[in-house]
């Protein structure tokens, strides 16, 4: 896993959602009018951060909403190591909070 990937993951274990956020964000924006499969993927995993960070603010509906522009390419990530890497993380995570931040 190259460094970048390896701090994003770093801030989602720390909860600091929206850094992570800007982490790939730095990856992804000079790509960003790429088809490029993998691009796609990693714009995919800024969205599951984005998704943790507005659940941290309360803001579910928003937060299921962006969720499911990382869940329609959770398929596609598998066919990159290093990302597959970090998306079994973030699966976990999310399982973690969405018990942590659904409603009583």
């Known amino acids: 896993m190259n460094s970048t990937l390896q701090h994003f ?7 600091e959602f929206y850094e992570a956020h800007e982490v790939l964000e730095s990856l992804w924006f000079p790509l960003r009018f790429s088809s490029d499969e993998k691009t796609k993927c990693i714009r995919s995993l800024i969205n599951a951060s ?6 941290k603010k309360n803001r579910l ?3 299921k909403r962006v969720w499911q522009n990382y869940t329609k390419r959770r398929d596609l990530i ?3 190591a290093d990302l597959e890497e970090v998306a079994l993380f973030v699966d976990e995570l999310s399982e ?9």
């Open 9 to 15: 993951v770093s801030l989602l274990k720390k909860r």
């Open 50 to 55: 984005v998704s943790f960070e507005l659940a």
């Open 61 to 63: 509906d928003a937060s």
């Open 78 to 80: 598998k066919n990159y």
């Open 96 to 104: 973690q909070l969405w018990a942590e931040f659904s409603p009583k």
